[in-house]
């Protein structure tokens, strides 16, 4: 029941450049060394890429970070 909800907040949350644990708006994207793509760490310390095709952001895979 409680997942039918969030998973549209996190995902509204993200179409907003925003954190979906904090709320807070990303800012201060980074160059990845190694893959090349723009990545932001919050300040709650959740990792996201941003991807270029859908020109939003999402959490990074544990294999990016
Ligand atoms: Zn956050």
């Known amino acids: 029941m409680l ?9 509204w949350l993200l179409s907003q450049n925003r954190c979906v644990g ?13 893959s090349g ?3 932001v760490t919050c300040i709650c310390k959740r ?4 991807d270029d095709v ?3 952001f999402r959490r990074a895979l544990v294999t990016e970070i």
Do not use: M
Request: aromatic share 6%.
């Open 22 to 34: 904090c709320g807070k708006p990303l800012v201060g994207k980074t160059q990845n060394k190694k």
């Open 54 to 56: 859908k020109k939003r």
């Open 3 to 11: 997942k039918n909800i969030i998973a549209p907040v996190q995902a």
């Open 47 to 50: 990792i996201y890429v941003f």
């Open 37 to 39: 793509q723009a990545v």
